[in-house]
């Protein structure tokens, strides 16, 4: 039984893993936002869950985690900053998104912060080839 290392290019870091699931998230997230408008709007349906507050928090949350992992692990490994920057700006995007009502403004600021921090994910993961 041989105990010898996989190579190291088959191998797939734990922070390009996470920055695909940032990416991911960022999907998800957009996608939630632009279900909600159209089966809140359409059909009256589902706007107690899919409007419920602390699904947008928790999702705000786990993005603060992955890219404060991914992106913060990313600049130190590759200093490049604009990463980073864009990310901090995406997450400022959404967190201001949980102070303002629902409706279009909230979809808006929402969907541009997820966008920007899918764009971080992509950028970091660019910067560290």
Known sequence: MSSRPIPAASRISLRR?????GI???GLCALHCIATLVVVSTLGLGGHFLLEE????IGLALALVVAAVAIGWGLWRHRRALP????LAGLGFMASALIVPHGTNELLLTLVGVTLVSVAHVLNLRAAR
């Open 17 to 21: 893993r996470l920055d695909h699931v």
């Open 24 to 26: 991911g998230l960022a």
């Open 54 to 57: 602390n699904i947008h928090r």
């Open 84 to 87: 980073f920057a864009v990310a």
